[in-house]
């Protein structure tokens, strides 16, 4: 494709487009990004960004492989494994918090990268310094790995659906609380719904309470070493 017009294209880095395109996405999420806009935001034309990154579809795994590196990768031989596996979880957990596009582009993507591979073989390490070995480390990891992306849904979830709201022209927080309290009129003809409701004082009787994640956590770590400790 030949460039054309804007910024001269040997002034723009990879680096930067990636990083601009995180920040969009982050801002207006998958549906949000575009050459064009994204080209907007660098002060550069659109023909300038294909030049680096090719294509959207591109430009998205890119972006996807980048915010892996948010992720600290601590050593389990210094802090042991336990910790290490929690602090890894925990930043995981908060990195998908933080972009939520990357979840809802999961289905539709191929994400492959150095970003995912390193975070990937940090974790099966710290499996295998807590005793796991071959598959077992690899089951380890994945037990853990789908317990935060089922945990990360909810906010993937719902910031997209305030994106769509926010578009209709309608006020997200408005609709959504008219929804939750419809759920929780239904929520009334059901017995221990009812007492959630009525002992949370909340319509919001879907919601997990707020220490959730780090109890699931703590549930599966005990889980992992009560199974080291019977070997």
Avoid: C
């Avoid at 596009?101 to 295998?128: I, N």
């Amino acid at each position: 494709m030949p460039y054309r017009e804007g910024m001269p294209r040997d002034t723009l880095t990879r680096e930067q487009i990636i990083q601009t395109a995180v920040e969009l996405l982050d801002a207006e999420g998958l549906e949000g990004l575009n050459m064009r806009s994204l080209g907007r935001r660098l002060g550069s034309a659109a023909t300038a960004v294909y030049w680096h990154v090719k294509s959207k579809d591109n430009l998205v795994v890119l972006a996807g492989d980048r915010v892996w590196d948010e992720i600290k990768l601590p050593d389990p031989g210094a802090v042991g494994w336990r910790a290490a596996a929690t602090s890894m979880a925990t930043d995981l957990y908060g990195m998908l918090t933080r972009h939520p596009w990357l979840m809802q582009a999961m289905p539709s993507y191929l994400f492959h990268g150095p970003g995912k591979a390193r975070h990937d073989d940090h974790s099966l390490a710290v499996y295998e310094a807590a005793g796991f070995v071959g598959a077992e480390a690899d089951q380890a990891a994945a037990t853990v790995f789908t317990f935060v992306l089922g945990n990360a849904l909810g906010e993937s979830a719902t910031a997209s659906l305030t994106r769509r709201l926010s578009r209709d022209g309608g006020d997200p927080e408005e609709l959504i609380r008219d929804t939750m309290a419809q759920a929780a009129e239904v929520a009334m003809g059901f017995p221990r719904l009812r007492a959630r409701v009525q002992a949370m004082e909340t319509i919001d009787y879907g919601g997990a309470p707020d220490d959730s994640f780090e109890f699931g956590l703590r549930a599966i770590f005990d889980g992992l070493e009560a199974r080291l400790a019977l070997r």
